[in-house]
């Protein structure tokens, strides 16, 4: 299989890269045609390698890619996940290339989308070329790949439960996620889940000339500071009450192991450029960004932010504020807490409106399921070492929707690194970890087919 | 000379409506050839009024526009200050009617510059105008308009150092002020300075993802908003070290006295939209807006702006935060300990650079100069009232500066009103307050002239 791999790898780069130059960005209305044509790409590709019925599934956003392989109903059935669509590239001017213009660069593909999800959505493309010359598939698999995966998949859940037959699978498998390092694999078992909202603080029904108004009305950015600042007390927890309340409390057990995985703060720090970390008291980084809900200001604007200086006092101020959630937290009871409060700690003088985005729920994966023990071993097979069962920080929405509307679980076989910079200014994804994934799916496919047939 | 006022009036408009249409914006490098088109204007309509040797003088910056009519070395002699520089007109979509397409609507002017400064500027061209048909200046003077006041007048100060005796002049007279009402004349003796400063905050060395990252780094917007938080305590005071130290205490009865000006908070509230006035516990609206240091931020700004949602925490966030400066403070004085302070409060994991935008000197002018007596008498003479001295809160950095290098002072005969919305959308200016200016300000020469004359 190897050789096949080594033989064939250029063009299955070259393929990507032209994958990677439709800048399919979705949060962003005038990349529209992109995104569609990134679409009507992937239908291609999935085709070309034997596909059955591709087609792009119309929904009231972005059209979802689907394409089925259905060999035999006795045999079990795995539905592959992935998104088509990209992050915004700005800023544009911190990268070094062309986010839409891709290269490859000390083994690495530099583009938008390189890992987060083209990148890995492909090489599940690609691993159904080598075992259609290894012996074709052992099971059945349904492929859907959508394009709003980035701005909160809100048309993915109506599309699922209006095809549940159509969908029906023994196990979701995706690769949106990553791996602790090039030597150490790791299948992550739990995902934060996300709250995300706009607020817009309202002050004067004008913009008003700081000095002659300066003092005697409430500035809506110096407010919105206050009311920002008020949402962590001195130790880093987050004050809006009842915040806390569902968090999943881990055993000193599961925090030691947890606390195992390979992890150096010193090379954390460099490669990010910080002197210190920094977090809720009581919690190490991994924990932090794992067992552990956040809340973090995502973007922020008002008032004059031209060139020079304007000394105007602005009517209006706004932020986008997200918070990341753990089991058993749900994004709805979190949108409704923090909006009250938010709406709650409004100053005299100026009125506040907070405007949800989209959510997302938190999930933790099975690690005794027959997928589970697939992925493990396919992991094992090409890596030699055993994956750790790690928590990611990030969020897949889907994972939990899936679950709720298909009643199956997923398995998160990803093959990123932290230090791809996705949803930043030069993004990237290692030529190996590209290679190693289609190396390693097919090894997935025939592990679970053989466990599946084995009396449990 | 009123009826030469009304037969006028339409031409007086029109005139000033076409220079209005010029979009010279000094902050924006982009308007820089209005700019010049701008002071071309004013150098065609000098000239066109009388005044000799008019012409546009080179400065590191944009042009100061320089004309004068000396009629005898033994009389006196004024020099008009004003400015032909606008404010940004952004946001644009708040405007009614284009800011560079003026319209005058139920009596008042609409566009950037209406009132600040064009149109007080062009009181003055037209009030030389008048006065030829009325028997011609009484004494010598010299006009100055700069083109840099909204970006700090960073050239005015070598400008006017380098031609002492070029400028060389009793009393400076200048128009970029207001009166209390249409109903109520007023002349400004107090007004604020200014320090403007522009910071940085920066936090990882790239944009990160927040659900990786998110809870283990400091996010410099949420750092940002904490610093700017501190910057007020509970009773309105700044917190910065030192920043009171120098503030003039005003005595019990020049409080009283200053809080005899008409001034209604309902309205006052009506007028900005405002359930409630905010500030400095202690003080009334008009303390807080006249002898209080004030500190506003202007502008804010990092992450992710744009449409939808990034989960995204930024490398960088940024502020434009100013103070209103009272006597005695010094805005140098107040530059380095704003600066030092905030860089002290930063907290581990960001670092913060203060870069200083533009400063100016508070002021208090007297009121028992000739100037102001011929001032008041004017107005009375217009108005029918007797003008009531007021402590303004905007700043006009270059009245203390032609005292220190001029050895002069300056009488502020301005006809704007607060509500006419400087440096807002539509901002606009009286056609009432117009030709008054171009009423009284002949007036305020011939009672100048005169009581220079009588011995004191």
Known sequence: MTSFLTENQ??????????????????????????????????MRLEEVGLDNVELCPTAGNPIVYGEKLIDPALPTVLVYGHY?????????????????????????????????????????????????????????????????????????????ANREKLRADVVLLSDTGIIANDTPS????????????????????????????????????????????????NGHITIPGF???????????????????????????????????????YTTIERTSIRPTLDVNGIWGGYTGEGAKTVIASKA????????????????????????????APEGVTVVVKPHHGGEPVVTPTDSVAYKAAAQALEDTFGKKPIPTRGGGSIPIVAMFKSELGVDSVLLGFGLDSDAIHSPNEHYGVFNFMKGIETIPLFYQHYAKLMQQPA
């Open 244 to 282: 806390y309340d569902n968090v999943d409390v881990l055993t000193p057990e599961e925090r030691t192991e947890l606390n195992k995985a390979p992890y150096s703060e010193e090379e954390y720090k460099q490669s990010i450029g910080l002197p210190a970390t920094y977090g809720e008291q009581g």
């Open 85 to 161: 669509d990209v992050q915004p590239a700005d800023p544009y001017e911190l990268w070094t290339s062309g986010p839409f213009d891709p290269v490859i660069k000390d083994g690495k593909i530099y583009a938008r989308g390189a890992c987060d999800d083209k990148g890995q959505v492909y090489m599940h493309v690609k691993a159904f070329e080598v075992l259609n010359q290894n012996g074709g598939l052992p099971c059945n698999v349904k492929v859907m790949i959508e394009g709003e995966e980035e701005v909160g998949s809100n048309n993915l859940g109506i599309f699922v439960n």
């Open 187 to 234: 299948i992550e078992v739990g995902l934060r889940g996300l709250s995300y909202h706009e607020v817009e603080v309202t002050g004067p029904n004008r913009d008003l000339h700081s000095g002659l108004y300066g003092g005697a009305v409430h500035n809506p950015i110096n407010a919105l500071c206050k009311m920002i600042a008020s949402l962590h007390d001195e």
């Open 318 to 345: 706004y932020a986008k504020i997200s918070m990341r959630l753990v089991p058993h937290q749900t994004s709805e009871e979190i949108s409704q807490l923090f909006q009250q409060h938010f709406t709650s700690i």
């Open 10 to 43: 250029d063009r299955f780069l070259s393929e990507l890269l032209e994958w990677l130059r439709i800048p399919s960005v979705s949060a962003d209305p005038k990349f529209h045609g992109d995104v569609l044509k990134a679409a009507e790409y992937l239908k």
